[in-house]
C-alpha cells in the first residue's frame, strides 16, 4: 500500500524543472550567465560519466559483438553520446550486454515502451499493484524497487518516504546499486535521467533487468542468454517446415514462430497445420491470446507492432519469448532429463560395438600377414625377363591394390582402440585388454615382419630386372641411334654435290651459305652420336652379346659415311663463298638506294600532305606563323634537290653494273619498292603545289587583319559600357538599401538614373552596329574584353528592371505611409531591420529570416506548438502564394497594419460620428453629400441596417469594425484605406 499510494501523488514540479533548465535559448535573446551555467552542469555530467566509463575500458573491448548490435550488424549509430553497457561477473552474464549505441527509433521505442510495460506488470501483479506509463510510474523508484524484490525473492533497503527530487535519486539509486550488487555494472545510467522520466534511460534500465532476471539463466547445451533463447526457439520449431527462426525480428513477423511454440509444448489449444503463412494477423493474434488465456503470459505485444513495422523490436520480442521460455521450462527439463540418459546409454553401446570391431579387424589382419609372407621370401631365379616381368608385375599389384586397404585397416584398428580405452577411462571403467595375440604389439610385430619381407624382396627383384635389362637395352638402344644416323644421311652427299648456286641471285647465295653453316652446325652435333655408337658397340663386344657381329658391321658402315661427309663439307663451302662475292657490290648499291630513298620519299608525301592541307585560324598570329613556317620549308628545297640527284647516281650505277656483268634480276632492289621514277613524280607535283599555297595564306592573312580590327572597335566600346552598367546598378541598389534620407529624396534620385540611363541608349545602339559587322565576318571570340553584346544586353535590360522596380517600391512606399499614417523614423526602422536579415542582398526574405526579424522588432513569437501556428498564418499573410519568400513591400503592410489595426477602427467609427452629427447611425443622404460617389455607393451596399434608427438609418459602427477586422475583403480595405484622410 505504501508503493502505491506513493506511486498516485507523484508530482510534476522536478519535471518541470528540468525542462526548463534544458531550453534552447535564442541566440537572440539569450543571455551569456545562463549558458555558462547550463555549460557547467553538462561538464559536471560528463566528468562523472567519464570517469565511470574509464573504469569498463578494459572490459569493453572483450565483449561479445553479437549481443551489442541488431542480427543485421545495422546499429552503429550513438544514443545521447552514451553507451549502456552490461558485464556480468558470473557464469554466462560476460556473454551478456546491452548497446548503449542502440538506435530508437519511434516505431521500436513505441514496441519497447509497451513490451516492457507488460512485463513489469506481469511481475508486479504479484505484489498487486501495476504501472501504466513506464517513464513517469517509476520515477519515485517505488515501484522500481517492488519489482526487483518480486524478482529476486530479496528484501531491498526500506524506501524514502518524501516526496521530494532528493528522495526519489534515493530510492532510484537503492534500485541500481541493487542491479549493480547482482552483477550488473549500469554506465552512463543515473538516478537523475530516471526520476527525469528519460524515456530511453528508463527503457535501457528495464532492458538490462530482463537481461538479468529473465534472460541470463537462460541455458541450451551450453549456450546462454541470447544464443540460449535463439537456439531453444529453433530445437523447439524444427519439426515445422513452415518456421525457420534466424533472429528475434523478422523471423517473427508472420506468427508461425508462436503458435508453433505454443503447439510444441501445447497441441490441443491449437490446429498448426490450418494456419496460413500469408494471414500473419490471424496467426499472432490467436497465438497472443492463447498465450494471455491458458499459458498465464500477458499481452506484450499487438499484431500490428510486427506485422506493419518492417524491422520489430528485437528486444520486445526476445522479452516475450522468454516469457515462453520459463513456461514451458518443466517440458524443457524432461527433455533435458531424456536427452542425459540418451546420451550415457550410446556411450556404453558404442563401446561394445569397438570391442567387438577391434577383435574381428585384428583376427582378419593377422590372417592375412601370415598368408602373404611366404610369397614375399621366395626368391628362386627368373628364367627370362618375362618371367621377371610377370614376377614385377604380382608385386605392384599387390603394393597398389592388395596393401592399402590393410594399411587404413591397421591404422583404424590403433584409432578404434585408442578410442575406445579414452572413452572408458572418461565413463571411469577399466581398460580394455584383447584376446591373447590380438593385442596391438602383437599386431605391429606382425607387421613389421611383413615389412621387411617386402623391402627385401623388392631389392632382390630389381637386381635380376636391372641384370637382364641391361643388355636389351644396349642392343634396342643401339639399333634406335643407328636408324636415327642412317635417316638423317640420307641425301645429304647428293646434297654437297649440287652446282645450281652458280645461276644464284645475292640474296638466294646468302641463304644458302647461311643452309650450310646451318648444316655444318647440325653436322657437328651428329658427331656425339657416332662416337656413342662406337662406344655402345664395343660394350656389346665385350659383354658378349649374341648379335655383336652385325652390330659390329653396322657401326663401320656409319662410319665410313661420316668420313665422306665431312670431306664434301668443306669443298661446298669454299664455293659458296667465291660465289657470293661477285654479288656483294650490287648489293650494298641497292642497300644504299634503300636506306636514302625511303625517308626521301617520306619527305615528299608529308611536303605535298602539308601543301594541301586545310588550315582555320582565328587570329593574325597563327595566319603568320603559317607564314613563317611555309617559307622556311622553302629554304629547304635546294638541299632537297640536291639528294635527289644523288639518287639519281645510284640508280645509273647500278644498272652499268648489271650490263657488264649480265646478272639477271640484279636490277631489281629487294630491299625497296619506292622507284626512281615515283620520286621524280612526287617531286614534281610538290614544285606545283608551292605557290598555290603561298597564295592561299596571304588571303588569310588579309582577312584575319580586318577581323582584328573589328575586334578593337568592340572591345573598346565594350570596356566603356559594361563598367558603366555595372557602377549603375550598384548605384541604385545602393539606393533602396540606404538607411539615411527620406524616401522622396530616394525616389528623385532613382529618377534621375532613370533619366541618365534613357540618355545612355545611343553608345548602346552603336555598340550593336558593330557586334552587327563582326558576326558577318564570323569573328567567335574576342580576348581584348570580358563582355559580349549578349551579356550587355541582359546588364542593359536588368538595369532598365531593377530602376522600374526600385521607383515602383517607393511610390509604394510613400503610398504606404500616407495611407497607414506611419512617421518616417517607423519606415527606416523597418528597412534597416529587413536590410539586417536580408544577407543576400536580394530585396528578399526566407521564412526563417522572417521570424527573426519579426522577434527582433519586438513581435512576440512562442517557440511551442501555438507559436508555430500564429507564425504560419503570418506566414500565409504575407505570402499567400506560397512563394517561400516575403518582399520588403509585403514586409512593410504587414508591419503597418498591425500597428494601425488598433487605432484604424475607433478613427473610422470617430471620423462617421462627424458626418453623422454625432448620432449612432447615418442616412444615405448625408453619405451622398459627403463622400465622393464611389465610396459612397461602395458604403450604401455593404452597410447594416441600423436596428434602433429611423427608415433608412444605416449602422456605421458595426460597418467600421467589420471593416477594419484583420482577414476582412482586401480590395475594400484598400478602398477605405485611400480616402482615410478625406473622411
Known amino acids: 500500500s505504501y508503493y502505491n499510494s506513493h506511486s498516485q501523488h507523484q508530482t510534476q514540479d522536478d519535471i518541470r524543472t528540468y525542462n526548463s533548465r534544458a531550453n534552447i535559448i535564442l541566440e537572440s535573446s539569450g543571455s551569456s550567465e545562463q549558458r555558462l551555467v547550463e555549460g557547467g552542469r553538462n561538464l559536471t555530467r560528463r566528468h562523472k560519466n567519464q570517469q565511470q566509463y574509464s573504469?569498463?575500458?578494459?572490459?569493453?573491448?572483450?565483449?561479445?559483438?553479437?549481443?551489442?548490435?541488431?542480427?543485421?550488424?545495422?546499429?552503429?549509430?550513438?544514443?545521447?553520446?552514451?553507451?549502456?553497457?552490461?558485464?556480468?561477473?558470473?557464469?554466462?552474464?560476460s556473454n551478456i550486454s546491452t548497446s548503449g549505441d542502440y538506435l530508437f527509433s519511434k516505431a521500436w521505442e513505441k514496441q519497447q515502451k509497451k513490451t516492457f510495460t507488460a512485463w513489469c506488470n506481469s511481475h508486479l501483479r504479484k505484489a498487486g499493484t501495476s504501472i501504466e506509463a513506464i517513464e513517469e510510474d517509476l520515477r519515485n523508484g517505488l515501484k522500481l524497487m517492488l519489482l526487483l524484490e518480486v524478482l529476486s525473492g530479496e528484501r531491498l533497503p526500506s524506501p524514502d518516504r518524501g516526496k521530494m527530487r532528493f528522495h526519489k535519486i534515493a530510492n532510484v539509486n537503492k534500485a541500481l546499486d541493487f542491479i549493480k550488487h547482482k552483477g550488473v555494472n549500469l554506465i552512463s545510467i543515473g538516478a537523475e535521467e530516471i526520476v527525469d522520466g528519460n524515456l530511453k534511460m528508463t527503457l535501457g534500465m528495464i532492458w538490462t533487468i530482463i537481461l538479468r532476471f529473465a534472460i541470463q539463466d537462460i541455458s541450451v547445451e551450453e549456450m546462454s542468454a541470447k544464443e540460449g533463447l535463439l537456439l531453444w526457439c529453433q530445437r523447439k520449431t524444427q519439426p515445422y517446415k513452415n518456421?525457420?527462426?534466424?533472429?528475434?525480428?523478422?523471423?517473427?513477423?508472420?506468427?508461425?514462430?508462436?503458435?508453433?511454440?505454443?503447439?510444441?509444448?501445447?497441441?490441443?489449444?491449437?490446429?498448426?497445420?490450418?494456419?496460413?503463412?500469408?494471414?500473419?494477423?490471424?496467426?499472432?493474434?490467436?497465438a497472443f491470446d492463447i498465450a494471455e488465456k491458458h499459458l498465464d503470459i500477458p499481452r506484450m505485444l499487438d499484431p500490428e507492432d510486427?506485422?506493419?513495422?518492417?524491422?520489430?523490436?528485437?528486444?520486445?520480442?526476445?522479452?516475450?519469448?522468454?516469457?515462453?521460455?520459463?513456461?514451458?521450462?518443466?517440458?524443457?527439463?524432461?527433455?533435458?532429463?531424456?536427452?542425459?540418459?540418451?546420451k550415457v546409454l550410446e556411450v556404453h553401446q558404442f563401446n561394445e560395438v569397438l570391442m567387438r570391431?577391434?577383435?574381428?579387424?585384428?583376427?582378419?589382419?593377422?590372417?592375412?600377414?601370415?598368408?602373404?609372407?611366404?610369397?614375399?621370401?621366395?626368391?628362386?631365379?627368373?628364367?627370362?625377363?618375362?618371367?621377371?616381368?610377370?614376377?614385377?608385375?604380382?608385386?605392384r599389384k599387390y603394393r597398389r591394390a592388395d596393401k592399402p586397404p590393410r594399411i587404413d585397416q591397421k591404422c583404424k584398428l590403433e584409432t578404434d582402440f585408442n578410442t575406445l580405452q579414452t572413452k572408458l577411462r572418461l565413463c571411469g571403467k577399466p581398460a580394455y585388454v584383447p584376446t591373447e595375440g590380438k593385442r596391438v604389439a602383437d599386431v605391429a610385430n606382425a607387421w613389421r615382419g611383413?615389412?621387411?619381407?617386402?623391402?627385401?624382396?623388392?631389392?632382390?627383384?630389381?637386381?635380376?630386372?636391372?641384370?637382364?635389362?641391361?643388355?636389351?637395352?644396349?642392343?634396342?638402344?643401339?639399333?634406335?641411334?643407328?636408324?636415327?644416323?642412317?635417316?638423317?644421311?640420307?641425301?645429304?652427299?647428293?646434297?654437297?654435290?649440287?652446282?645450281?648456286?652458280?645461276?644464284?641471285?645475292?640474296?638466294?647465295?646468302?641463304?644458302?651459305?647461311?643452309?650450310?653453316?646451318?648444316?655444318?652446325?647440325?653436322?657437328?652435333?651428329?658427331?656425339?652420336?657416332?662416337e656413342q655408337l662406337a662406344a655402345i658397340a664395343q660394350e656389346l663386344h665385350d659383354l658378349g652379346y649374341h648379335d655383336s657381329a652385325n652390330i659390329n658391321g653396322w657401326c663401320q658402315r656409319i662410319c665410313d659415311q661420316w668420313d665422306r661427309l665431312g670431306n664434301l663439307t668443306q669443298r661446298r663451302r669454299k664455293l659458296l663463298d667465291d660465289a657470293s662475292q661477285a654479288l656483294e657490290r650490287i648489293d650494298w648499291i641497292h642497300l644504299e638506294f634503300a636506306k636514302r630513298s625511303s625517308p626521301f620519299a617520306n619527305w615528299l608525301e608529308s611536303a605535298i600532305e602539308d601543301l594541301q592541307d586545310m588550315f582555320i585560324v582565328h587570329t593574325v598570329g597563327e595566319v603568320q606563323s603559317l607564314l613563317d613556317a611555309h617559307n622556311e620549308y622553302k629554304?629547304?628545297?635546294?638541299?632537297?634537290?640536291?639528294?635527289?640527284?644523288?639518287?639519281?647516281?645510284?640508280?645509273?650505277?647500278?644498272?652499268?653494273?648489271?650490263?657488264?656483268?649480265?646478272?639477271?634480276?640484279?636490277?631489281?632492289?629487294?630491299?625497296?619498292?619506292?622507284?626512281?621514277?615515283d620520286l621524280g613524280n612526287k617531286w614534281s607535283q610538290m614544285v606545283t603545289l608551292i605557290p598555290q599555297r603561298e597564295s592561299k595564306l596571304n588571303k588569310e592573312f588579309a582577312r584575319q587583319q580586318n577581323n582584328e580590327r573589328l575586334r578593337h572597335q568592340f572591345a573598346q566600346k565594350a570596356n566603356v559600357i559594361g563598367p558603366w552598367i555595372e557602377r549603375q546598378m550598384e548605384a541604385v541598389a545602393s539606393?533602396?538599401?540606404?538607411?539615411?534620407?527620406?524616401?522622396e529624396g530616394h525616389l528623385k534620385k532613382v529618377q534621375q538614373y532613370e533619366g541618365a540611363v534613357h540618355n545612355y541608349k545611343p553608345n548602346i545602339d552603336e555598340l550593336e552596329e558593330i557586334n552587327q559587322q563582326v558576326q558577318e565576318n564570323f569573328v567567335y571570340d574576342n580576348p581584348l574584353t570580358p563582355y559580349t553584346m549578349e551579356t550587355?544586353?541582359?546588364?542593359?535590360?536588368?538595369?532598365?528592371?531593377?530602376?522600374?522596380?526600385?521607383?515602383?517600391?517607393?511610390?509604394?512606399?510613400?503610398?504606404?505611409?500616407?495611407?497607414?499614417?506611419?512617421?518616417?523614423?517607423?519606415?527606416?526602422?523597418?528597412?534597416?531591420?529587413?536590410?539586417?536579415?536580408?544577407?543576400?542582398?536580394?530585396?528578399?526574405?526566407?521564412?526563417?529570416?522572417?521570424?527573426?526579424?519579426?522577434?527582433?522588432?519586438?513581435?512576440?513569437i512562442a517557440e511551442d506548438r501555438n507559436g508555430q501556428i500564429e507564425f504560419e498564418r503570418i506566414l500565409k499573410s504575407v505570402d499567400p502564394h506560397n512563394c517561400g519568400y516575403i518582399t520588403f513591400q509585403a514586409f512593410l503592410d504587414f508591419m503597418t497594419q498591425q500597428n494601425a489595426e488598433t487605432e484604424s477602427s475607433d478613427a473610422l467609427i470617430e471620423s462617421f460620428r462627424v458626418l453623422a452629427d454625432g448620432q449612432p447611425y447615418i442616412t444615405n443622404q448625408q453619405l451622398t453629400n459627403s463622400l465622393p460617389a464611389q465610396q459612397a455607393e461602395f458604403c450604401l451596399q455593404r452597410m447594416p441596417r441600423h436596428e434602433q434608427g429611423p427608415p433608412g438609418a444605416l449602422d456605421y459602427v458595426m460597418f467600421s469594425r467589420k471593416l477594419m477586422t484583420r482577414g476582412d475583403d482586401r480590395g475594400a480595405e484598400l478602398m477605405m484605406n485611400s480616402n482615410i484622410n478625406d473622411l
Request: overall charge negative.
Open 735 to 743: 539606393i533602396g538599401q540606404s538607411m539615411t534620407g527620406t524616401i
Open 792 to 860: 550587355l544586353r541582359v546588364g542593359w535590360e536588368q538595369l532598365l528592371t531593377c530602376i522600374a522596380r526600385n521607383i515602383n517600391e517607393l511610390e509604394n512606399q510613400i503610398l504606404t505611409r500616407e495611407a497607414k499614417g506611419i512617421t518616417e523614423a517607423q519606415l527606416q526602422e523597418y528597412r534597416a531591420c529587413f536590410n539586417h536579415f536580408d544577407k543576400k542582398r536580394t530585396l528578399q526574405l526566407e521564412p526563417k529570416h522572417f521570424r527573426a526579424c519579426l522577434v527582433s522588432l519586438g513581435y512576440n
Open 55 to 93: 573504469k569498463s575500458t578494459a572490459d569493453l573491448d572483450n565483449l561479445s559483438q553479437r549481443d551489442w548490435s541488431d542480427s543485421d550488424g545495422s546499429t552503429n549509430r550513438s544514443l545521447e553520446n552514451h553507451r549502456l553497457i552490461v558485464n556480468g561477473r558470473q557464469g554466462s552474464m
Open 450 to 530: 611383413l615389412e621387411l619381407s617386402e623391402k627385401g624382396f623388392e631389392e632382390w627383384l630389381l637386381s635380376e630386372m636391372r641384370r637382364l635389362e641391361r643388355l636389351d637395352y644396349l642392343a634396342e638402344k643401339f639399333k634406335l641411334k643407328a636408324r636415327t644416323h642412317e635417316a638423317w644421311s640420307t641425301g645429304k652427299e647428293t646434297m654437297l654435290q649440287d652446282s645450281e648456286f652458280r645461276k644464284a641471285t645475292l640474296p638466294e647465295i646468302r641463304a644458302m651459305r647461311r643452309k650450310h653453316e646451318a648444316f655444318e652446325s647440325d653436322l657437328a652435333a651428329h658427331q656425339e652420336r657416332v
Open 357 to 395: 570391431d577391434y577383435e574381428s579387424s585384428a583376427s582378419d589382419l593377422l590372417d592375412w600377414i601370415r598368408r602373404t609372407k611366404p610369397r614375399l621370401e621366395d626368391r628362386h631365379n627368373p628364367r627370362n625377363m618375362q618371367d621377371c616381368q610377370s614376377r614385377l608385375e604380382d608385386f
Open 306 to 342: 510486427l506485422v506493419e513495422t518492417a524491422k520489430p523490436d528485437e528486444r520486445a520480442v526476445m522479452t516475450y519469448v522468454s516469457c515462453y521460455y520459463h513456461a514451458f521450462s518443466g517440458a524443457q527439463k524432461a527433455d533435458t532429463a531424456a536427452s542425459r540418459i540418451c
Open 243 to 286: 518456421v525457420n527462426i534466424q533472429n528475434f525480428h523478422i523471423s517473427f513477423k508472420d506468427g508461425l514462430a508462436f503458435c508453433a511454440l505454443i503447439h510444441r509444448h501445447r497441441p490441443e489449444l491449437l490446429d498448426f497445420h490450418s494456419l496460413r503463412k500469408d494471414e500473419p494477423y490471424k496467426n499472432l493474434e490467436l
Open 635 to 677: 629554304k629547304t628545297l635546294p638541299d632537297a634537290e640536291q639528294e635527289l640527284n644523288s639518287l639519281q647516281k645510284l640508280t645509273h650505277e647500278v644498272e652499268q653494273v648489271c650490263q657488264q656483268y649480265g646478272i639477271p634480276g640484279a636490277g631489281v632492289n629487294p630491299y625497296t619498292t619506292v622507284s626512281m621514277a
